[in-house]
């Protein structure tokens, strides 16, 4: 039953991942309710393991259909490849308690702006050109792709939101671009968990295969339906993050 429920739960993922992120609320809990007595490194590096090669396959397939601005995000790889691998480092010296009370409310501020913007990422018009734009991305990489290696929720969502916001670009172009930054964030995150021992290899590449069936699938959704669609699925993943994200921060207080 656990191999159904993983694969079940990873193409879910993967669907939801490929269209605007956030396949981490379907598949991290679902690992923590079959193995509630595993290592959370070791649920977090199979999750990872699975999910590295959905956001690989939903990056190829909009490299093919959408306009992906390479002279700004193939230095935004290098510099996300390096803030990841911080942060991971990070989170071993310094606690994430902090982060995760507070993020609720900054993904409260990021859904409230993307509601009272009506036309937001509706239009794809780029704000910068050459070296003004890669420097931009460059921030956004090494700024998320920290966040990443040393917190994760809301990754995706963050990385569209601000190509959305400070770079100009559409909600479908902005998840491109999202997409390929994420897998960069996660092949850090992947090696490193695999480095310490922390992926169950049986498991995650069964989930790896449903994550990519559910991965095409998503893409498929978004480049038929557009930026609007995406901005659709992007408004209930953060209003499901924060559901989430609040829960695990003040759910269990007194």
């Not at 609320?25 to 590096?45: D, M, Y």
């Not at 396959?57 to 002279?71: F, G, I, N, P, Q």
């Not at 992926?199 to 557009?226: D, E, I, K």
Request: aromatic share 14%.
């Amino acid at each position: 039953m656990e191999w159904w429920i993983l694969t079940a739960a990873s193409a879910l993922a993967g669907f939801v991942d490929a269209i605007v992120g956030g396949g981490g609320l379907i598949l991290v809990p679902a690992l923590f309710a079959v193995f509630p007595q595993a290592a959370p490194a070791t649920l977090f590096g199979t999750n990872k393991s699975a999910s590295v090669w959905g956001t690989a396959m939903a990056t190829w397939r909009y490299a093919r259909r959408v306009e992906m601005r390479w002279a700004a995000l193939v230095p935004a790889v290098l510099v996300c490849l390096i803030g990841a691998w911080l942060g991971a480092w990070a989170v071993t010296l310094v606690s994430a308690e902090w982060l995760r009370r507070a993020l609720p409310f900054v993904l409260a501020a990021v859904l409230l702006y993307t509601l009272a913007k009506k036309e937001l990422g509706r239009h794809h018009r780029p704000r910068y050109q050459g070296r003004a734009e890669a420097l931009a991305a460059c921030t956004i990489g090494g700024t998320i792709g920290f966040y990443d290696g040393f917190f994760g929720p809301g990754t995706g969502s963050f990385f569209v939101f601000l190509f959305v916001r400070w770079l100009g670009y559409d909600f479908l172009s902005a998840s491109a671009a999202a997409k390929l930054l994420n897998t960069t964030s996660n092949v850090a995150a992947v090696a490193l968990f695999a480095w310490k021992g922390h992926v169950w290899w049986h498991y995650g590449l069964a989930m790896a295969a449903a994550n990519v069936a559910g991965s095409l699938l998503g893409t498929r959704l978004a480049l038929r339906h557009g930026a609007g669609f995406v901005r659709g699925v992007f408004i209930a993943v953060v209003t499901a993050l924060i559901a989430k994200t609040t829960w695990d921060a003040y759910g269990a207080l007194p």
